[in-house]
């Protein structure tokens, strides 16, 4: 599976912007996807992740509330709209594609380039 994540940019606090991740590949549909982030100079973080069937979604405490993970399977691609944006918020955000819906970037199996949110005080 080859990732391709877009929609970053520079956005004000408190306005919202919406990421999506574009995925190749007959299997899309299989893989839990993640959303994950990072700061400069911190470790990379979980944001959100959704089931295969996008029945089921689950969020960092930092986002719950905010930020809505969804996925459109017959278009092989997952988003996360984020709301209510904060400069806590900056970070470059990849996606992930994994066999089990789990917070560790470590046991997903693909990843996307990433792409930069910038949220401005």
């Known amino acids: 599976v080859q990732l391709q994540a877009s929609g970053g940019g520079l956005v004000q606090g408190g306005g919202s912007l919406r990421l999506s991740c574009a995925a190749s590949g007959r299997t899309f549909s299989s893989y839990y996807m993640g959303w994950f982030r990072q700061a400069p100079g911190k470790k990379r973080e979980f944001v959100a992740h959704i089931s295969s069937s996008g029945g089921s979604t689950f969020y960092a405490d930092s986002v719950e509330g905010r930020f809505t993970i969804s996925r459109d399977n017959a278009k092989d691609t997952v988003y996360l709209q984020m709301n209510s944006l904060k400069p806590d918020d900056t970070a470059v955000y990849y996606c992930?594609?994994?066999?089990?819906?789990?917070?560790?970037?470590?046991?997903?199996?693909?990843w996307g380039q990433g792409t930069q949110v910038t949220v401005s005080s």
């Open positions: 992930a594609a994994g066999r089990v819906a789990v917070t560790t970037a470590s046991l997903y199996d693909y």
